[in-house]
């Protein structure tokens, strides 16, 4: 099993950036996916959540209306848009891919997005 992230970068406040995972080793097409983030000193937080048809969508309160999940299943890739980027988004994007059952869950390594003036 294997979810590698990428797109991470260092993008100026009011910026964006696009983050995908690519999924290997499961069946992606079934799995609810998310992505997390966590910022040095602080709890790994919830972002977005997507169901596994894509069908329903779900943020957090300090990203909506600025991230858009989404997934491509016949290419088992997970997306989140970013866009106005604020100081405070910066952090270590992780990707996690879940059983409908909740009894496997898969974590990527992440990748660093930095929002800095």
């Known amino acids: 099993v294997q979810l590698v992230e990428s797109g991470g970068g260092l993008v100026q406040p009011g910026g964006s950036l696009r983050l995908s995972c690519a999924a290997s080793?499961?069946?992606?097409?079934?799995?609810?996916m998310s992505w997390y983030r966590q910022a040095p000193g602080k709890e790994r937080e919830l972002v977005a959540v997507i169901t596994s048809a894509g069908g329903s969508t779900n943020y957090a309160d300090s990203v909506k209306g600025r991230f858009t999940i989404s997934r491509d299943n016949a290419k088992n890739t997970v997306y989140l848009q970013m866009n106005s980027l604020k100081l405070e988004d910066t952090a270590v994007y992780i990707c996690n891919g879940r059983s409908s059952d909740l009894r496997r869950s898969y974590w990527g390594q992440g990748t660093q997005v930095t929002v800095s003036s």
């Open positions: 080793g499961f069946t992606f097409s079934s799995y609810i």
